[in-house]
């Protein structure tokens, strides 16, 4: 037997660890500051803070919770004052989220594992440079209003930086962004609340409007100015935020995808929330998806102005086209009305399915949406009229309904019948009510 020992084989050099640098730009963030370090914290290589002029307590609370804390004098610019945070960064990774921004604990450490993935693959790691993740706009109950994708996690590189002084956006091209739909940002700065307390649209405003005075003819400027019209909720502003949005609509492709998209939707949920004007509100649809093909919130709205017209056979088409897409999670575009409340959607395919006669999507939707909240008496109340009206047998909407219900729970039954019972139901009600146990 030999007595040498065998050679390691030579694997190369070890890959570079994940150190994480998390950066902001703040002033006068104290609701905010704890909470946008304390995500990053079991995770971050370094948190970075730049501040713009605060006069609360923002730096004292970041610099008690251990952050790197730098000063930079505002002039008006986000992407030069985002660019000097960079510049202070010592890690091989960047997460750029706002002081009103944040990953769940559940998030953060995914967002680790996706990192440790595109390092530890040669072709990834070579090839992506930035991840793309879901931005989800919340109210002030918590609730998504709209999903995004935002590129808020990228390498620290020289060709990594921010352009534009408003509205600000990451100079790389998007063939090096990978796609990271698992993980989600949640933005609270678009709430009343955040508005109100920051004086945050009057302050773009008076930005935007400085750059339009430079650039009179540039349709994102006018997109973005706008946004900060509607935001800023002055009955004042609506027909000059109106003119513009109309402006970057007869532009074309001029604008952005995401800026022609919100001129679109200005448009089109008015006049769905009011349910006025169907036919421009058809007729903006249908142009938006000659620009942007298969987007699913188009198709969506598409599809309501097509059942307030009557047309519900093509309608429950749409409808069932934007499903697929929301359970396949594929759509083409990016969905601020669907996927942030699915629920919305299938209300919309419940009252389509009873327009059509179609028992079965009745019953399929009605399930779904009492699933996940029992106490929708605007659901459960129509359901059980259908039913009858359908001349389902008493026995079977007692069985279709235990699908939904405890059946043990005195409380799900009094529920069912007192819903029954004001929908004129009496024979279902007393039924159920014999079901209770004394």
Same mark, same amino acid.
């Not at 703040?26 to 905010?32: F, G, L, S």
């Not at 390498?155 to 930086?161: C, M, V």
């Not at 008076?206 to 900060?228: C, F, G, H, W």
């Given at each position: 037997?030999?007595?040498?020992?065998?050679?390691?084989?030579?694997?190369?050099?070890?890959?570079?660890?994940?150190?994480?640098?998390?950066?902001?730009?703040?002033?006068?963030?104290?609701?905010?500051?704890? +909470?946008?370090?304390?995500?990053?914290?079991?995770?971050?290589?370094?948190?970075?803070?730049?501040?713009?002029?605060?006069?609360?307590?923002?730096?004292?609370?970041?610099?008690?919770?251990?952050?790197?804390?730098?000063?930079?004098?505002?002039?008006?610019?986000?992407?030069?004052?985002?660019?000097?945070?960079?510049?202070?960064?010592?890690?091989?990774?960047?997460?750029?989220?706002?002081?009103?921004?944040?990953?769940?604990?559940?998030?953060?450490?995914?967002?680790?594992?996706?990192?440790?993935?595109?390092?530890?693959?040669?072709?990834?790691?070579?090839?992506?440079?930035?991840?793309?993740?879901?931005?989800?706009?919340?109210?002030?109950?918590?609730?998504?209003?709209?999903?995004?994708?935002?590129?808020?996690?990228?390498?620290?590189?020289?060709?990594?930086?921010?352009?534009?002084?408003?509205?600000?956006?990451?100079?790389?091209?998007?063939?090096?962004?990978?796609?990271?739909?698992?993980?989600?940002?949640?933005?609270?700065?678009?709430?009343?609340?955040?508005?109100?307390?920051?004086?945050?649209?009057?302050?773009?405003?008076?930005?935007?409007?400085?750059?339009?005075?430079?650039?009179?003819d540039d349709l994102n400027l006018k997109a973005y100015l706008a946004d900060s019209?509607?935001?800023?909720?002055?009955?004042?502003?609506?027909?000059?935020?109106?003119?513009?949005? +109309?402006?970057?609509?007869?532009?074309?492709?001029?604008?952005?995808?995401?800026?022609?998209?919100?001129?679109?939707?200005?448009?089109?949920?008015?006049?769905?929330?009011?349910?006025?004007?169907?036919?421009?509100?058809?007729?903006?649809?249908?142009?938006?998806?000659?620009?942007?093909?298969?987007?699913?919130?188009?198709?969506?709205?598409?599809?309501?102005?097509?059942?307030?017209?009557?047309?519900?056979?093509?309608?429950?088409?749409?409808?069932?086209?934007?499903?697929?897409?929301?359970?396949?999670?594929?759509?083409?575009?990016?969905?601020?009305?669907?996927?942030?409340?699915?629920?919305?959607?299938?209300?919309?395919?419940?009252?389509?399915?009873?327009?059509?006669?179609?028992?079965?999507?009745?019953? +399929?939707?009605?399930?779904?949406?009492?699933?996940?909240?029992?106490?929708?008496?605007?659901?459960?109340?129509?359901?059980?009229?259908?039913?009858?009206?359908?001349?389902?047998?008493?026995?079977?909407?007692?069985?279709?309904?235990?699908?939904?219900?405890?059946?043990?729970?005195?409380?799900?039954?009094?529920?069912?019948?007192?819903?029954?019972?004001?929908?004129?139901?009496?024979?279902?009600?007393?039924?159920?009510?014999?079901?209770?146990?004394?």
């Amino acid at each position: 037997m030999s007595g040498k020992k065998k050679k390691k084989k030579n694997a190369g050099p070890p890959l570079p660890m994940i150190r994480l640098s998390q950066c902001m730009i703040v002033k006068n963030e104290e609701k905010n500051i704890e +909470r946008a370090l304390a995500w990053a914290k079991p995770i971050a290589y370094e948190q970075i803070v730049v501040d713009t002029g605060s006069t609360d307590r923002t730096v004292e609370i970041a610099k008690k919770m251990g952050a790197k804390v730098f000063h930079f004098e505002w002039i008006n610019d986000f992407a030069a004052a985002k660019n000097y945070a960079i510049e202070q960064a010592t890690g091989n990774w960047i997460a750029f989220l706002d002081a009103d921004e944040y990953f769940t604990p559940v998030d953060a450490k995914k967002l680790m594992v996706y990192l440790k993935n595109i390092q530890s693959d040669a072709i990834m790691r070579k090839n992506f440079l930035a991840i793309n993740c879901k931005w989800s706009q919340v109210d002030d109950t918590g609730k998504p209003f709209a999903i995004l994708d935002m590129e808020r996690i990228f390498r620290n590189i020289p060709s990594a930086r921010y352009h534009g002084k408003i509205h600000e956006r990451l100079g790389l091209e998007s063939e090096n962004v990978a796609r990271a739909d698992e993980i989600t940002i949640i933005h609270t700065g678009y709430t009343d609340t955040a508005y109100d307390d920051t004086g945050k649209a009057e302050r773009n405003i008076e930005l935007i409007r400085a750059e339009l005075e430079v650039n009179p003819d540039d349709l994102n400027l006018k997109a973005y100015l706008a946004d900060s019209l509607i935001v800023a909720k002055n009955a004042d502003y609506i027909t000059e935020a109106e003119a513009l949005y +109309r402006d970057v609509i007869s532009g074309g492709r001029t604008a952005h995808i995401d800026l022609r998209k919100s001129s679109y939707l200005y448009f089109i949920e008015k006049y769905t929330n009011t349910g006025e004007n169907v036919n421009e509100c058809e007729m903006l649809c249908r142009k938006a998806l000659v620009e942007e093909p298969g987007d699913m919130d188009y198709e969506y709205y598409l599809a309501i102005a097509l059942t307030r017209k009557g047309e519900n056979r093509e309608a429950w088409e749409l409808f069932k086209k934007v499903e697929a897409k929301l359970i396949s999670d594929k759509s083409m575009g990016e969905s601020r009305a669907v996927s942030a409340r699915p629920d919305q959607l299938f209300g919309r395919m419940l009252l389509a399915a009873e327009s059509l006669g179609d028992l079965e999507s009745v019953v +399929r939707y009605a399930t779904m949406l009492l699933t996940a909240d029992k106490t929708k008496l605007d659901i459960l109340g129509p359901y059980i009229v259908t039913l009858l009206q359908n001349d389902v047998p008493e026995d079977d909407i007692i069985v279709l309904l235990g699908k939904i219900y405890d059946m043990d729970n005195a409380n799900d039954l009094l529920l069912i019948a007192r819903t029954a019972k004001d929908k004129g139901a009496l024979d279902l009600a007393r039924k159920i009510l014999g079901m209770v146990k004394a």
